[in-house]
């Protein structure tokens, strides 16, 4: 009783250090700075503006979108895109005056009727993410346009949160993993920077990470128990999905294989797979019959759209540095500092990534112990990740003489819940040696978490340096932070006292759910 009381413990304190890390991403992040922020915004608006569906190379942004450009900053990445708008460097460096009108000139924009002639590049998106934010946006619509985007930003987080939560507690429970090595999965989870960079802004990627945990575990069920009922709801899920985001289509490749084998080994039955089946194509086949209507791929693939299809993919695989991407996208599956597309410590990162690294071979190396359900999970990540080396083939297609890092680190927090799941079964098979490398790395995620709070992001949003180290700690919390407030407070979308309190929340719950999950671990 005692074990599970603290097992118990842990769990709460990973819950809350997710939420409280999730509304503190959300009020830090300028506005604009989550990944293609504006546009995935501007399909919000344009929902409830005009009540119909975007169409790709046709819907423009709202006015009140574009004339933000002209006062909020942005990254020299972002620029790319929005090259009227300030970046950073001049935004610190402009006198408080000059950021005072411009903020005063962003809170005041509200939505305005007048068409503008900028298109949006994220009409092509499938829809249920922004259905979901629509009423909220037209129900603040007297708001300006800070108080909407942070509004909606907090419920992408919090809801995020709450379905990765659930989602992966799921997943491990039908992969058996043990309760404190379950703890310490999601405490990797939700201590990953880039978990908060994916979800903590106006996008479609809140809904359909949480979901993909969902689908993982819903499938993993289906092995386990093949009849009628476990297959309706994967495809419930599936269906969720891909209405949500397209590369759900890899995953419903993924599902069918599996479904598929199992009928060829005589697991399950026809009759349990074609009702979940019909399911999907109901719910989700009419979004995918207009992409095939309007612009001739089921996905709307911009790609595609240029001329890029299978033959131009593969010849592009041969000119690109696969060592040096696997790398970047590894890394950037960690941390990724917003569009500002900085790093943490390269050292410390692929620390944790060598430790990952070693639970998946140990669970790989006790392969005679994997049951089908895992065999499942671990062939639908392998099928994503070969969906990534695609994707990234057609970037390097469609961009040529471009340097192209990688796709998008974003896309890899689907694999966050049943990657962490199976490393932490794998360790937990391994007794005092597993429990040793899950506490370790329990600790160093941890360490990693606080740290991108007090000597990166803060600092980088408040007009300090890239990253604080040695004596440079010391005299920034104690001289810089106090005259570079002000500074925060007008970059940011909340007040510094919020800013503040958060931290101090985010940090105190951190620490918490770290020692509880050692603990948990330990005993």
Same mark, same amino acid.
């Given at each position: 009783?005692?074990?599970?009381?603290?097992?118990?413990?842990?769990? !709460?304190? /990973? *819950?809350? #250090?997710? @939420? %409280?890390? $999730? =509304?503190?991403?959300?009020? &830090?992040?300028?506005?604009?700075?989550?990944?293609?922020?504006?546009?995935?915004?501007?399909?919000?608006?344009?929902?409830?503006?005009?009540?119909?569906?975007?169409?790709?190379?046709?819907?423009?942004?709202?006015?009140?979108?574009?004339?933000?450009?002209?006062?909020?900053?942005?990254?020299?990445?972002?620029?790319?895109?929005?090259?009227?708008?300030?970046?950073?460097?001049?935004?610190?460096?402009?006198?408080?005056?000059?950021?005072?009108?411009?903020?005063?000139?962003?809170?005041?924009?509200?939505?305005?009727?007048?068409?503008?002639?900028?298109?949006?590049?994220?009409?092509?998106?499938?829809?249920?993410?922004?259905?979901?934010?629509?009423?909220?946006?037209?129900?603040?619509?007297?708001?300006?346009?800070? !108080?909407? /985007? *942070?509004? #909606?930003? @907090? %419920?992408? $987080? =919090?809801?995020?949160?709450? &379905?990765?939560?659930?989602?992966?507690?799921?997943?491990?429970?039908?992969?058996?993993?043990?309760?404190?090595?379950?703890?310490?999965?999601?405490?990797?989870?939700?201590?990953?920077?880039?978990?908060?960079?994916?979800?903590?802004?106006?996008?479609?990627?809140?809904?359909?990470?949480?979901?993909?945990?969902?689908?993982?575990?819903?499938?993993?069920?289906?092995?386990?128990?093949?009849?009628?009922?476990?297959?309706?709801?994967?495809?419930?899920?599936?269906?969720?999905?891909?209405?949500?985001?397209?590369?759900?289509?890899?995953?419903?490749?993924?599902?069918?294989?599996?479904?598929?084998?199992?009928?060829?080994?005589?697991?399950?039955?026809?009759?349990?797979?074609?009702?979940?089946?019909?399911?999907?194509?109901?719910?989700?086949?009419?979004?995918?019959?207009?992409?095939?209507?309007?612009?001739?791929?089921?996905?709307?693939?911009?790609?595609?759209?240029?001329?890029?299809?299978?033959?131009?993919?593969?010849?592009?695989?041969?000119?690109?540095?696969?060592?040096?991407?696997?790398?970047?996208?590894?890394?950037?599956?960690?941390?990724?500092?917003?569009?500002?597309?900085?790093?943490?410590?390269?050292?410390?990162?692929?620390?944790?990534?060598?430790?990952?690294?070693?639970?998946?071979?140990?669970?790989?190396?006790?392969?005679?112990?994997?049951?089908?359900?895992?065999?499942?999970?671990?062939?639908?990540?392998?099928?994503?990740?070969?969906?990534?080396?695609?994707?990234?083939?057609?970037?390097?297609?469609?961009?040529?003489?471009?340097?192209?890092?990688?796709?998008?680190?974003?896309?890899?927090?689907?694999?966050?819940?049943?990657?962490?799941?199976?490393?932490?079964?794998?360790?937990?098979?391994?007794?005092?040696?597993?429990?040793?490398?899950?506490?370790?790395?329990?600790?160093?995620?941890?360490?990693?978490?606080?740290?991108?709070?007090?000597?990166?992001?803060?600092?980088?949003?408040?007009?300090?340096?890239?990253?604080?180290?040695?004596?440079?700690?010391?005299?920034?919390?104690?001289?810089?932070?106090?005259?570079?407030?002000?500074?925060?407070?007008?970059?940011?979308?909340?007040?510094?006292?919020?800013?503040?309190?958060?931290?101090?929340?985010?940090?105190?719950?951190?620490?918490?759910?770290?020692?509880?999950?050692?603990?948990?671990?330990?005993?």
């Amino acid at each position: 009783m005692r074990s599970t009381w603290g097992t118990d413990a842990a769990r !709460a304190a /990973v *819950l809350g #250090l997710a @939420l %409280v890390n $999730a =509304v503190l991403f959300s009020m &830090l992040l300028p506005l604009w700075e989550g990944f293609d922020e504006p546009f995935h915004y501007g399909y919000v608006e344009e929902l409830w503006q005009t009540k119909e569906l975007p169409v790709f190379r046709r819907t423009v942004l709202p006015f009140d979108v574009v004339a933000s450009f002209q006062l909020a900053p942005v990254s020299s990445v972002a620029r790319r895109a929005i090259p009227e708008a300030i970046p950073y460097d001049a935004w610190f460096a402009l006198p408080d005056a000059e950021r005072e009108r411009r903020r005063r000139g962003l809170e005041q924009l509200t939505p305005d009727p007048r068409p503008p002639v900028r298109g949006n590049y994220e009409a092509h998106q499938p829809p249920l993410a922004y259905l979901l934010l629509a009423p909220l946006d037209r129900a603040l619509a007297r708001f300006p346009l800070t !108080a909407r /985007v *942070l509004a #909606l930003r @907090l %419920v992408c $987080a =919090v809801g995020a949160v709450l &379905l990765m939560f659930w989602g992966a507690s799921w997943l491990c429970r039908e992969l058996e993993v043990p309760p404190p090595y379950a703890t310490a999965a999601l405490f990797g989870i939700f201590s990953s920077e880039m978990f908060y960079a994916t979800t903590a802004h106006v996008a479609n990627d809140w809904l359909a990470v949480g979901l993909s945990a969902f689908f993982f575990a819903s499938l993993a069920r289906f092995v386990r128990m093949p009849h009628r009922r476990s297959a309706l709801v994967a495809a419930a899920w599936l269906s969720a999905g891909l209405l949500t985001k397209a590369y759900f289509l890899v995953l419903a490749i993924a599902g069918a294989a599996v479904a598929i084998a199992r009928l060829w080994r005589k697991r399950t039955q026809i009759a349990a797979v074609l009702p979940a089946m019909l399911l999907v194509l109901v719910l989700a086949g009419p979004w995918y019959g207009r992409n095939l209507r309007l612009y001739g791929n089921a996905a709307g693939n911009p790609e595609a759209l240029d001329g890029i299809g299978l033959r131009q993919s593969l010849a592009a695989a041969s000119h690109i540095d696969w060592p040096a991407m696997a790398g970047y996208l590894a890394r950037a599956s960690l941390w990724t500092g917003n569009n500002w597309f900085n790093s943490y410590s390269r050292i410390t990162l692929d620390a944790l990534l060598a430790l990952l690294a070693i639970a998946v071979a140990c669970w790989v190396w006790r392969r005679r112990e994997v049951r089908p359900a895992e065999w499942a999970v671990f062939a639908t990540i392998v099928a994503f990740m070969g969906a990534l080396a695609y994707e990234a083939c057609s970037m390097v297609a469609d961009r040529p003489g471009q340097a192209v890092a990688g796709p998008s680190p974003w896309y890899t927090q689907v694999l966050a819940a049943p990657v962490m799941a199976l490393a932490f079964l794998g360790l937990s098979r391994w007794k005092r040696a597993g429990q040793v490398f899950a506490t370790v790395t329990v600790a160093l995620e941890a360490w990693i978490l606080v740290a991108s709070w007090t000597l990166k992001l803060f600092p980088m949003y408040a007009g300090g340096p890239a990253i604080l180290r040695g004596r440079e700690i010391w005299d920034w919390w104690t001289h810089g932070m106090t005259r570079q407030s002000h500074v925060l407070s007008l970059t940011a979308l909340a007040p510094d006292a919020w800013l503040y309190f958060g931290l101090a929340a985010a940090l105190a719950f951190t620490i918490a759910a770290c020692g509880l999950t050692m603990r948990a671990l330990r005993r």
